[in-house]
């Protein structure tokens, strides 16, 4: 993710480029492993709500759901590096992670509630998987920030480190070089039926949809825009 310029925040044709990503990797038997990265000091900051406020009934949010239900159907290793701002997407595209490594300056946010929206990316059923209940009702729905260490705590990252890039780099190397049949069983067994992730990662989406057009959201993305201009 390079738009350092937004703060590396996903708009549509991002979403379609990642997609086409994992889904090569996927494809691909030459690739063991599936890295993502940010740019200094910006994982991403979520969502362009540009495209929120500009969104389209008729066009929904397929580029979004393609991205997504990539990630559900991926068979190998999925590793991120993060270095400062992970917002939104940039914290809930973590669940989907096998390893996560994070700088001391990072910070995971999702600020969903606050637009009038919903949880997404399936972390309504991984967040509470990963960090209990009432952590994940804290970050999801309060949209309160968690730290790098206490992400840690929480089971959202492995560790901490300043060199958090190179960290997810090699743990992607050394996952490459394991015999990748066993690694794919592995993988499969540890992660169990992806069957309700899928389900749940349409449910939301169709929820999220719904919620672009609420007058709640519309309300918000114009408070929003509002700051920005002054």
Do not use: W
């Amino acid at each position: 993710m390079n738009r350092p310029e937004k703060k590396n925040a996903l708009n549509r044709a991002m979403y379609q480029v990642l997609a086409e990503g994992v889904e090569a990797a996927q494809a691909d038997h030459a690739v063991r492993c599936v890295l993502l990265l940010g740019s200094e000091g910006c994982f991403s900051s979520g969502n362009d709500l540009t495209d929120f406020a500009d969104f389209d009934e008729a066009a929904g949010l397929s580029e979004v759901q393609r991205f997504l239900r990539a990630l559900v159907r991926l068979e190998k290793p999925l590793i991120a590096g993060v270095d400062g701002l992970a917002v939104g997407i940039g914290t809930t595209v973590l669940f989907h992670c096998d390893l996560a490594y994070a700088t001391p300056r990072s910070s995971f946010r999702t600020p969903f509630l606050d637009l009038g929206l919903v949880p997404e990316a399936g972390s309504s059923l991984l967040a509470p998987r990963t960090m209990g209940y009432q952590r994940a009702f804290s970050l999801l729905v309060m949209g309160d920030s968690l730290s790098a260490e206490a992400a840690v705590e929480a089971g959202l990252i492995l560790a901490v480190s300043d060199h958090a890039e190179e960290e997810a780099r090699q743990a992607a190397v050394r996952l490459a070089a394991k015999p990748p049949e066993a690694l794919r069983l592995a993988r499969r067994l540890m992660r169990g039926d992806t069957a309700p992730l899928a389900e749940r990662v349409d449910a939301e989406s169709a929820t999220f949809a719904e919620r672009l057009t609420s007058a709640e959201a519309r309300a918000a993305f114009a408070a929003f825009f509002g700051r920005r201009v002054r």
